[in-house]
């Protein structure tokens, strides 16, 4: 999906939310848990519930990847069922030498069919590469993370700026708001006015809304620009709504209810 | 496998080689290329050939990834194949905020049931605390990587010191030489002293021998300290040493060479 497709979808649903399929099986609502198929089961239905509100899907790899070969089958019938008209995340926070990236692109990109992966910065310019020449395809950069740990690396001082800000600034000269997004998360908010600055034209994938504590309406008063140039993710506020029979509904009603902020925004 | 262990294997086997499993189909020798299972079939042929001469093997999971659910097969079938002799090291490259990371850790310790996994510092503590909570388990942060692009933030200066070395300073912190260990690129000979004397008693995992040109003796001479403290990854050098039907062979004798080399050194 490329920039104007995600722009258009934005504003025809008046939403830009990305809702995370962090399905940790131990959280499943008591209806499915123990079934057999019960996390693809899950996915389905909330994907289905979710579809008319959110414009994307990510999926955190690492809540599959616990569960070996089992869990990447679930991962790919899950990115086969999310529907066309949605942009696809992978969450792999990958990176390595050059040659090892180019395989995870081709992992992510063109085995799985993902619109866009998640890269750390850490390893520099041939370890982000690999995954921007994919022609259609995107680069969400770690910039300024959502946890605590954020202060340990991102938030020290490089010469006169913040280590984020230095990855930011040079990450950007190697792509475009074409094929290039960032990692902001959602706690950073006295940061967003700043960051916005240093990338006007950027999306912004920001995660932290919900379990993690982040407001909506700060960040996209702070943080949006006139294509919104936002996907705000939530993953346990949304799939993780109820843990009783109505886990469907209220799915759809979490995500319905952000989509009704986020319209106002639009 | 704890690290008294792993001292002794190094001492009884004179070699801290570890064997990087980073298996391009596309490199395959003729006699293999395009027949069913021929990436596992190589892998175990390697491994047999290999044993003898070194310590550890090293599985890279974007080769194995860019496959999708087959590949992941074939890394587990890879992984059960390597003798309990041997250290295992996911070369995964994980980190992620605090209740993914434990899914990855999941995924490589206990599913996967690797002693060891490298894992990405950006995005600070919480990322990197929950691999190093299991037991008789390693965590290899990047440290120094080997790769060009180690120019752009790891050498570059933080307050008084490169932010390589404020990741280890402040990583080295967050566990113990027992259970934590850090990647040092085999091209970054000028920096070893120096690396050496800021953590004098951790293990170093040192890639970029071989087809990146670092020098082993280099190393040896300069990082090892009184129980080696090292383990020296040859990739390509190694599994890839002949595309004829001497592969196998060929292998071996790679793996044989770097083992009588390191010898003198132990």
Sequence with gaps: MNRSELVNRIRSTKSFLCVGLDTDPDK??????GKKDAVLAFNKAIIDATAPYCVAYKINTAFYEAYGVKGWEIMEATKAHIP??????????RGDIGNTSSQYAKAFF????????????????????????????????????????AADFELQKMGDELLY??????????????????????TQADS???IRRLLPDHFFLVP????????????????RNKETGLLVNASRAVIFASSGDDYVEAAALAAKNYQIEMSSFI
Tied chains: 1, 2.
């Design 208 to 223: 932290g809304v919900g379990a993690q504590g982040g407001s909506l309406s700060e960040i996209a008063q702070k943080a």
């Design 165 to 186: 800000e230095k990855v930011m600034r040079t990450v950007r000269s190697w792509g475009s708001p074409e094929n290039l997004m960032f990692v902001v998360g959602a």
């Design 84 to 93: 066309a008209t949605h942009f696809t995340i992978a969450d792999a926070k």
């Design 110 to 149: 063109d085995t799985l069919g993902f619109d866009a992966v998640t890269v750390a910065p850490y390893m520099g310019a041939d370890s982000v590469r690999p995954f921007l020449e994919h022609k259609n395809k995107w680069t969400i950069v770690l910039g300024l993370t959502s946890n605590s740990g």
């Design 192 to 194: 967003f006015v700043n």
């Design 28 to 33: 499943l609502p008591a209806a499915l848990k």
